[in-house]
């Protein structure tokens, strides 16, 4: 299942804070990760793997960044 | 989407070292003792330039401050990382800079400076650091809890340019009024002729020396705060890893310069109550934790669009010409005399804010 954070227009720490509580459901394996700063972008990347995570895919649209994550098997 | 190099491991130990070589250089080519960089005390000299406080031995409107959001707005222009956007309670985020300011000045300097202050040697900087810490681990205790100012929105170009705009106004202020030898004014602008303020690096140093740091630090998000903050949320240890090389490079810089001397006691710009080192750098610590960055990175963002973050850098000007017209800040005699009062006020706001603005 497939679990939508968004946290375009937040700074550092919140897009990793949203996605850290996200992460604990252990039902939810694939993340979508909406943000809009670069920062934010390779912040939520860093902390998706220290979580035996890894990040599939990010698709930049306009100002945005659309991040899959995927839980390590 | 190109790779971001300075955001590697790598990257954010060689932008801690790029800071640790600069700040020594600038003290060592005329800047105050353990202040080749101090963005609260040079935002309080910038403060004094202006005339906002008249407290005449600290009136100097710092060149690398201009640097520092000019690079940062050239590396974002350059990597296409300009990004306008205000609106997450801008008012709040300038009354957490006013209170910010205040704590740095009872302790008398920002992070960088209680770093570079420990790099030379003076051991009150522990104390600071410590309290530093302290805040930071407060305004942890809050982002747990839901404390949030919400979202920003996008703006305007011309809206994000506007502080690099206004930095570069003072700079061209600078070059038509600048300082005459032994004049304490030249027109509009401030001068000191004695104290720190009278003590700097060649105008052309100082901003260069700025604008490097301006560009590396956009790049690599360097920031002291989020490097304590992130250790204790998430036990991540990134930036930690710059802050910890600035201050080891920073240290054998000032032995090589000859300006490392231990010790507590009569250290330049600096006092020995430990009790308020500690205090007024947690407070802010605490106003930096809750507005989301040390005053240098606050720079850095107001550099690449961010209109809330220079609204922070504002209320710690601001907050300078309070702490000088109150007596709230301290000098190497001890704190001011309506310091521990303004610390104490200073945390029952931050408090407030921490405690009130949360989104479930």
Sequence with gaps: MTKTIDARGLSCPQPVLMFLEAVKSPEDTQFAVLVDTEASRENVSRAAESQNCRVTDIQETGDEYHLTILRNP | ?360
């Design chain 2, 1 to 360: 989407m190109t790779k971001n190099v300075l955001a590697t491991r790598t990257g954010i130990i060689v932008v801690g070292a790029v800071i640790g070589i600069l700040a020594p250089l600038l003290q060592k080519l005329g800047n105050p003792g353990n202040m080749g960089i101090c963005v609260a005390c040079f935002e309080r000299d910038i403060s004094g330039a202006l005339g906002f406080h008249r407290a005449a031995v600290v009136q100097y409107l710092r060149p690398e401050i201009i640097g520092f959001v000019l690079g940062s707005l050239a590396a974002a222009l350059a990597f296409k990382d300009f990004r306008p956007r205000t609106g997450s309670a801008p008012f709040v985020r300038f009354v957490l800079g006013v209170f910010a300011m205040i704590g740095a000045l009872v302790f008398l300097g920002c992070p960088w400076r209680a770093l570079l202050r420990l790099a030379g040697g003076d051991l009150n900087a522990i104390l600071g650091l410590a309290g530093l810490v302290f805040g930071i681990w407060l305004g942890t205790l809050f982002l747990k809890n839901g404390y949030n100012l919400g979202r920003t929105q996008k703006t305007h170009a011309a809206a994000g340019l506007l502080m690099p705009v206004v930095m570069a106004g003072f700079l061209v202020l600078m070059l038509i009024f600048p300082q005459i030898e032994g004049e304490p004014k030249n027109d509009i602008l401030f001068y000191s002729i004695k104290g720190p303020g009278a003590m700097s690096a060649p105008l052309l140093i100082a901003i260069c020396a700025g604008l490097v740091i301006g560009f590396l630090a956009q790049r690599s998000r360097f920031c002291t705060m989020g490097a304590f903050r992130d250790f204790i949320l998430f036990r991540q240890m990134h930036l930690l890893t710059g802050v910890i090389t600035l201050l080891v490079v920073a240290g054998i810089t000032n032995l090589v310069f000859g300006q490392f001397h231990m010790g507590f006691e009569k250290q330049p710009v600096a006092h020995t109550l430990h009790l308020w080192n500690f205090a007024g750098m947690a407070l802010a610590g605490l106003a930096f934790a809750l507005a989301g960055g040390c005053p240098g990175r606050q720079l850095f963002m107001a550099g690449e669009g961010d209109g809330d973050a220079a609204i922070f850098v504002f209320g710690m000007i601001v907050g300078a010409g309070f702490a000088h017209n109150f007596g709230l800040a301290s000098s190497p005699a001890g704190v001011g005399p309506h310091g521990i009062a303004a610390v104490i006020i200073g945390f029952a706001v931050c408090l407030a804010i921490g405690f009130t603005m949360r989104k479930k």
